[in-house]
């Protein structure tokens, strides 16, 4: 990144695992700050000269050569109802890394970094008028910060892919699916229904839950019921308000009634310490969004015992 802003991302990778947050923030138009995940972010820069793109969807406004490769610029002020930054010259690139696909972000104005507790992350009330990109709010010295949706975006853009490829549904379609039901906490609708959706191709029920706090609460709850109500696997996304998927992870460990779980951690942002924290709070698994066939091969990994005939 340009300055000093990522020059201490080693110091901010520490803070993974103990329901910390580090964003960079930014503004879109107005006074409003809006935030996204620093591990998302691999350098920002002045907006560089784009290349057109016809026929390109409306947000995205053209193209750039990022270090020898080409990527697509999407104006994420567009994407949120503000002015256009397509044509303003002082405008911001975020670059950034989701799912292993590299893309950038216009934005008005670049900020700085902050850090928060996922418990002061909370769930946006429809009255506040963000719509479904954002799903995290917080405050900084008083100031309201939103928190991006971005898959939400890129899913506008790029549509909901989710389906399994034959040969996994072939697979799938080999094993006896008894009733059963599995877990699945994300702060993104969009993840939701990716996720719903290829466990409905899998004829596994989804409890569906918006954060760490909620799942551990149900996890609790179904704990209690007929065995063959319960829940059998996590599958947890990484970034949530509240509580994020590695605090909630150990939360299972730690109890004693759920340890047993298989836990999923499923997450767009991509790099290596996902596999040391992975291993630090006992998940049984790390899958990079949003990849269908690789969701549902964990499932045939992980619950043999219920899958197999």
Do not use: W
């Not at 308000?241 to 340890?259: S, W």
């Amino acid at each position: 990144m340009s300055g000093a802003l990522l020059e201490s991302v080693e110091r901010h990778t520490r803070l993974a695992g103990h329901n910390r947050v580090a964003m960079l923030l930014f503004r879109l138009g107005d006074a409003q700050l809006f935030g996204i995940n620093v591990f998302k972010v691999r350098e920002v820069l002045r907006r560089p000269p784009l290349e057109r793109m016809p026929g390109a969807h409306e947000l995205i406004a053209g193209s750039c050569d990022y270090r020898g490769q080409t990527i697509a610029v999407i104006d994420l002020a567009a994407a949120l109802g503000y002015p256009p930054l397509k044509d303003v010259a002082s405008a911001h690139l975020l670059v950034t890394e989701f799912s292993r696909t590299m893309q950038g972000f216009l934005v008005a104005d670049l900020r700085h970094m902050m850090h928060c507790d996922g418990s002061a992350l909370a769930t946006p009330e429809p009255a506040l008028g963000f719509g479904t990109r954002v799903n995290a709010i917080t405050r900084v010295d008083g100031a309201l910060v939103a928190v991006v949706d971005v898959e939400h975006v890129l899913a506008s853009i790029h549509g909901v892919p989710g389906e399994l490829s034959a040969h996994m549904q072939r697979a799938v379609d080999g094993h006896a699916m008894q009733p059963r039901r599995v877990l699945v906490a994300d702060d993104s609708l969009v993840a939701r229904r990716q996720i719903e959706g290829v466990f409905r191709q899998m004829n596994i029920e989804c409890v569906l839950v918006e954060d760490g706090v909620r799942a551990l609460e149900k996890l609790t709850e179904l704990a209690e019921v007929d065995p063959a109500e319960r829940v059998h696997l996590v599958v947890s996304d990484i970034e949530m308000p509240q509580m994020d998927g590695y605090a909630l992870t150990r939360a299972i460990r730690e109890t004693p009634a759920l340890r047993g779980l298989k836990v999923v951690l499923h997450s767009s942002i991509s790099g290596m310490f996902n596999e040391a924290m992975v291993k630090e709070v006992a998940a049984d698994r790390f899958i990079a969004k949003f990849q269908p066939d690789l969701l549902a091969q964990a499932v045939l990994d992980l619950l043999p015992e219920n899958l197999a005939r």
